[in-house]
Structures are given as structure tokens and as C-alpha cells.
């Protein structure tokens, strides 16, 4: 029942993604890459709507029909990273070795993460969960979905006995949801961390965090 | 060779850590203290020389006797920083199991980052470090010192045949540096990461990636 509401879940959200571009949703993107650039630039706070018009070399008149306020166009982008995100997990879904399946789901991630501007967005949206704002609890509502998806993955795999069930499992996936943040986090400073140098030690990680026999 | 330059290099920033505080350090501290209030509230960019002067209460006249900008309380705060990172190092200096000692250095790392504080103002220099400013560059020289410590002890280690030489070094020590960072950053939001549901699972993970005989 689980596995049918993730599935479902998620290809509600693919299906979001798939819809063909309208001329306003490529205006709405074109905002919002620009204000990105913004962002990347001085944070979310510093930023005002007079730079973002300029960034996107709009008048303000004209960006107002696409987004009353920062506030709006900063929960479109969350928006559209969590439709994104979505899309990442769906290699959990298919049934497979469970390490090859996080691997792959890890590896979506960093790819989605590669595009510029994503990582400063990260770091910003990630200050905003700690603070009161509504921002940040768009942040954490995502984030809980994402462990729960992870969970039930995890879940799966240990009824089929593919992980060791005495494993505490919440720990496990914060240490792997905290990976996965550090190589986004670092990937922008860290050449080391290149894709095809870290697919073989991200899958012995998980098989050590997971309980999972050694692979060399 | 290389073993004392370390040594040397992070005795001198601990003496420099011990120095007994006088009344002046104690009131630079205070402004610090209420300067990393107010980073966490509203991003480095945000925050007005006035803002922190409130936090600390105390006069523009009495806050600038001690810092001419913000821009040198964030200096202040990061060179503070870099010292009590430098002293979660001590571990490494150590002659004993490998992965013990890696787990030490990042426990230590762990409960330093616990201050109230410590998270926001790392999120805020990360994203510096993605910026082309003074803070930025600051946090990329103290980033590389600490990979060229932790790259020694791995060396060492190596030449020890404690661990795994051919084991790709640069990609397993950035693996270990995106995890702790990962680590902080999650252990904000994610209460399953405390530091004894994590001790074991990180071992295990060390050993993993550096091509350590499995423990359990």
C-alpha cells in the first residue's frame, strides 16, 4: 500500500514536470533564473525585486503580472526544486539491488544539483529551515517528504531481508540524507568529488551504513 | 617531516586558543557573540552595523573602539572559528587505529558545531565560498589547510599500511569532509543524528571508503 502511494505520489509530480511549456511559463522560468542569479550573487535577503527586474531586463510593470512579490518568486523556485527532487527518487521504485537503486537516486541528485545557481539557492533555502520563515517550512515540509519516501524504500528492503533490520534506521538515513547534502555542498569547491570517483565509495558507504555484505 | 610541520602548526593556534581572556578579548567576544545573533536572523548581508549594536547593547562610538565594519567582526568570527577547528584536528596527531581517530577529530568537530549559532554562520560562509569576496576566500584557505591535516594523517596511514593505498585519497578524504559538513548542517533539522546513534555507522562508513577490514 506504501509502495502504491510513493509511486503515485511521485508520478503526479513527473507528470507536472512533463507538461509542455506555455509562453507564460517560459516568462515565469525566465524570472526565475534571473532572480536565482540574484540570490546566488547577495542572498535572499539583500535581494530587492528592482534587481531581480534588472537581472531579467524587465520592466517592473512587466514582472509584477508573473509575481506580486520576492516572497512569490522564491516559492516557485522551491516549487519547481521539489518537483525536480521528486524526480530524482524515482530509482527507488524500481525493484533492484538496494544499494545499485540508492546509488542511482544519489547520483540523479547531484546531477539535477550541477545546474548553476542551484547550490547557492540550497545554502540560502537551507538557512532559511532554520529560521521562523515560510520559506523554511516549505524547506523542512519538503525534506520530510523526501526522508519518508527514502524511509519507505528502506522499509521495503528490510522486509525483503536485502538490509540488516537491527540497523537503526532513522540514523542511517540521516547519515546518507547528510552525504548527500555535503557532496552538493562541496561539489562546488571540491574537484575531487567527480561522479564517476565517488560511485564506487558511495555504494560502499551505504552497504556499511545499511548492514549490507562487503562488495571488494 | 611533514608530521611536525602539522603538529607545530596546530599547537601554536592552540596556545593561541588557551591565552587567558582579558577584559578587552571578553567584550570583543560579547560583540561577536551578538554579530552571530543577528547572522543567523538575517544572513551576513542583511545585518547593519545598527542591528548589532542593539544585539550587544552598546553605543556606535563603544562598538566601533573595538570593530571598524562588519566585515571585521566576520573576519573576527571566522578566525575564531578557524582556531577551534584547528583544535578538533588534535585527534589526528595521535599515533593509534585510524578510524578511531577519525571518529574523534569529527566528534569533536560535531560538539563545537553544536554552539547556538555555529550552523547559520557556517551556511552563510559556505555560501561566501561560492561568492568572490574576503570572507569567501578566507573559508576556501582555512577549507584546504584542514584537507592538507587530514590528508597527512591519511598519508601516514597509508605508508603504515594501516589503510588502503590504492584507494583514491583526494575523492575518500572529500567523501569524509562532505559528510561531517553535511553532518552539522542536517543535525539542525534532524534529530535522528545524535552523536551516539552515529558513532558506529560513521566507523563503519570510514572503513569503507578507505578500504578498511569490515568491523562488525
Redesign the interface.
Given at each position: 500500500m506504501l509502495d502504491r502511494a510513493v509511486s503515485m505520489n511521485i508520478s503526479v509530480l513527473l507528470k507536472a514536470a512533463d507538461t509542455p511549456e506555455t509562453a507564460q511559463d517560459c516568462r515565469r522560468r525566465h524570472i526565475m533564473e534571473a532572480a536565482e542569479r540574484c540570490f546566488?550573487?547577495?542572498?535572499?535577503?539583500?535581494t530587492s525585486m528592482q534587481e531581480i527586474c534588472a537581472e531579467a531586463a524587465m520592466s517592473p510593470g512587466a514582472l509584477y503580472r508573473y509575481f506580486k512579490s520576492k516572497e512569490a518568486i522564491i516559492e516557485a523556485i522551491c516549487l519547481d526544486e521539489r518537483q525536480r527532487c521528486h524526480g530524482t527518487l524515482e530509482p527507488l521504485l524500481v525493484e533492484g539491488d538496494f544499494t545499485e537503486a540508492f546509488v542511482d537516486m544519489a547520483m540523479a541528485y547531484f546531477e539535477q544539483m550541477r545546474r548553476p545557481g542551484a547550490?547557492?539557492m540550497m545554502?540560502?533555502v537551507?538557512?532559511e529551515?532554520?529560521?521562523n520563515g515560510a520559506v523554511g517550512r516549505n524547506f523542512?515540509e519538503n525534506?520530510a517528504m523526501v526522508r519518508e519516501h527514502i524511509s519507505d524504500f528502506v522499509k521495503r528492503a528490510a522486509d525483503r531481508g536485502d538490509i540488516d533490520a537491527t540497523v537503526?534506521h532513522?540514523?542511517?538515513?540521516?547519515?546518507m540524507?547528510?552525504?548527500?547534502?555535503?557532496?552538493v555542498?562541496?561539489s562546488?569547491?571540491?574537484p575531487?568529488?567527480?561522479p564517476e570517483?565517488?560511485r564506487a565509495?558511495?555504494a560502499?558507504?551505504i552497504?556499511?551504513?545499511f548492514?549490507r555484505g562487503?562488495r571488494?
Open positions: 546566488a550573487r547577495s542572498g535572499f535577503h539583500k547550490t547557492p545554502l540560502e537551507f538557512a529551515g532554520l529560521r523542512l525534506e537503526d532513522d540514523a542511517a538515513i540521516g547519515m540524507m547528510a552525504l548527500g547534502e555535503g557532496i555542498m562541496r562546488a569547491i571540491d575531487a568529488l567527480e570517483r565517488i565509495m558511495l560502499a558507504m552497504d556499511a551504513v548492514g562487503k571488494r
